[in-house]
């Protein structure tokens, strides 16, 4: 149950691209299609904004879209705002029947 | 509305116990997975249990194996989740969060509870 691997930071001027990783194993990752991602607002609830790797829920922004490629699943959002200004974390099932979080990533604004 | 209300968090001793519960409301709680998740002050997420429909099959996060134990109560609508030999390291605001269908994400979620252990 070791966290998956996501990049401390990642930062961006408003309306361009940025792509959050999120790193683990066959065990978890990329051994099933159920990588779902979060965005934390600070001292709120966490959101579901992406799940099943690459499906986004009714009324999350089309900006928000997933991918995965082996043990590696990406978050992108284009087109950047400053509410998407947050903290975001994916989150595998994984082989023995649990789930781990990614280590988190802080997305800022410019 | 669907709504998930916590419960239960507080200042505890180490060593000591706790309940923490989850309150669920608009929707058909006995469909649904159910799972708990825990953030430490300042820190990341982490997620510590998850509880079949029928209150069967109940994974541990390794962290709080045979210390936690969750359960539900599908005739009051109502998670829990039982807090026993608690460590610092387990001081956290602790959400619950409603599974989907099929159980592999999480789709809503309370606003949390806050647990502190501490003498």
């Known amino acids: 149950q070791s966290a998956l691997t996501q990049p401390a930071s990642v930062s961006g001027s408003p309306g361009q691209s940025i792509t959050i990783s999120c790193t683990g194993t066959s065990s978890d990752v990329g051994g099933y299609n159920y990588v779902s991602w979060y965005q934390q607002h600070p001292g709120k609830a966490p959101k579901l904004v992406i799940y099943d790797v690459s499906n986004r829920p009714s009324g999350v922004s089309n900006r928000f879209s997933g991918s995965k490629s082996g043990n590696t699943a990406s978050l992108t959002i284009s087109g950047l705002q400053a509410e998407d200004e947050a903290d975001y974390y994916c989150i595998s099932y994984e082989s023995s029947s649990t789930y781990v979080f990614g280590t988190g990533t802080k997305v800022t604004v410019l | 509305e669907v709504q998930l209300v916590e419960s239960g968090g507080d200042l505890v001793q180490p060593g000591g116990s706790l309940r923490l519960s989850c309150a669920a409301s608009?929707?058909?709680?006995?469909?649904?997975?159910m799972h708990w998740v825990r953030q430490p002050p300042g820190k990341g997420l982490e997620w510590v249990s998850r509880i079949y429909t029928d209150g069967s099959r109940t994974p541990y996060a390794d962290s709080v194996k045979g210390r936690f134990t969750i359960s539900r109560d599908n005739a009051k609508n109502t998670l829990y989740l039982q807090l026993n030999s608690l460590r610092a390291e387990d001081t956290a605001v602790y959400y619950c969060?409603?599974?989907?269908?099929?159980?592999?994400?999480?789709?809503?979620w309370g606003e949390g509870t806050t647990v502190t252990v501490s003498s």
């Open positions: 608009g929707f058909t709680f006995s469909s649904y997975w």
């Open positions: 969060a409603r599974g989907d269908l099929d159980g592999y994400f999480m789709d809503v």
